[in-house]
């Protein structure tokens, strides 16, 4: 039921055994590769957004959302294991856990409008700008975290090279998300890619065809921006209803595979116990048999002891009665 995946770091979590998704002629595949750790990612589901061109509705992008394995862990230790699709569809919590968890996630999105990457970041901005107004999030939560004095210096794993610690307030984040994304232009077929670390990295990578490449080409250090993002596809009010959709119906069945893995496990563990407790009993048995005997053989051999003649004693006393 999962694969096995290890990477240099250790053993990761087992990686849950999914399909791949098609929509609108863009191929999903179950599992990718994340620019921004190298760790392979599983598909947790897929959807359109479009827009509202005189009253037909245009589809603008095709999304897909792929999570760390460590996630359906997370999330069944919440006991969002037990909720139906339709449960998890409508629970604004369980999306939110799925935002701000500990784990990596990557958001790989296709273009099917031709976009310049003003008009796409702008965008994006705008809805961020109204998760945060919803979540209470405003200008006094904007902290910019330095780092300490001893760690001016630190390798960067997007770049691959050692340069200044840089961590975004929320506006810098923003101002520095626009000018990543000004000088582009994105015809249909083109990729975007947002890769959220654990601690909430906003990894920012582009292609031209289908391949993810190994490493993305900007990190943006802000927390609120890179949980913004996926919450702007997926949350309540997120662009893409029908990704929403497919992330509750693949995590419903994943998590509900997963609780009959575990099961399964706890069953097998229970049936070699109970065998293991059996042939403790039949060992035992056996060797109260063992004493049994020994001490009978012990006995006999005491009486032997006490008599000189031993087993020959009966003929002996024959002998002296008829003499």
């Known amino acids: 039921m999962f694969d096995q995946i290890i990477i240099s770091s250790g053993v990761q979590s087992p990686l849950p055994s999914v399909t791949n998704l098609q929509v609108d002629s863009v191929n999903f ?6 620019p921004a750790s190298s760790n392979r990612l599983f598909l947790a ?11 037909e509705f245009v589809i603008s992008t095709v999304i ?9 862990g ?25 935002v701000t968890g500990s784990f990596e996630k990557f958001i790989k999105v296709t273009m099917k409008l031709p976009l310049t990457g003003q008009q796409y970041s702008e965008k994006v901005t705008e809805n961020c700008e109204a998760i945060w107004e919803s979540l209470g999030i405003n200008s006094n939560s904007d902290i910019s975290c330095g ?21 975004y307030s929320r506006g810098q984040a923003v101002k520095r998300f626009l000018e990543i994304f000004k000088p ?13 670390s654990p601690k909430g990295s906003l990894t920012v990578a582009f292609s031209s065809d289908d391949g ?5 080409n900007t990190a943006i250090e802000n927390k609120f921006l890179a949980e913004a993002v996926l919450e702007s596809i997926i949350g309540k009010n997120g662009v893409s209803p029908g990704a929403r959709l497919s992330v509750a119906e693949r995590l419903a069945q994943v998590m509900k595979n997963e609780g009959r893995a575990e099961t399964l496990i706890l069953a097998d563990k229970k049936f070699m116990k109970n065998n293991e407790v059996k042939e403790d009993a039949t060992k035992a048995k056996t060797d109260q048999e063992e004493a ?15 008599d000189p003649l031993g087993d020959f004693s009966w003929f002996v006393r024959a002998l002296c009665f008829y003499a």
């Open 184 to 196: 582009k232009k994105f015809p249909p077929g083109a990729f975007i890619l947002f890769a959220i």
């Open 292 to 306: 049994n005997d020994l001490s009978l053989g012990d006995k006999l051999a005491e009486e032997n002891k006490t």
């Open 147 to 167: 780092p300490p004095p001893s760690a001016k210096l630190r390798f960067n794993k997007i770049t691959k090279t050692f340069g200044p610690s840089r961590h």
């Open 212 to 216: 993810i490449p190994k490493r993305g």
């Open 64 to 72: 897909g959302v792929y999570l760390d394995p460590n996630a359906v």
């Open 74 to 98: 997370s999330l069944t230790s919440f006991g969002w294991g037990c909720k139906t699709t339709e449960e998890l569809t409508e629970s604004v919590n369980f999306f939110r856990h799925i």
């Open 45 to 55: 589901g897929a959807g359109v957004q479009g827009l509202d061109i005189q009253g």
């Open 29 to 34: 595949p179950p599992s990718v590769i994340s």
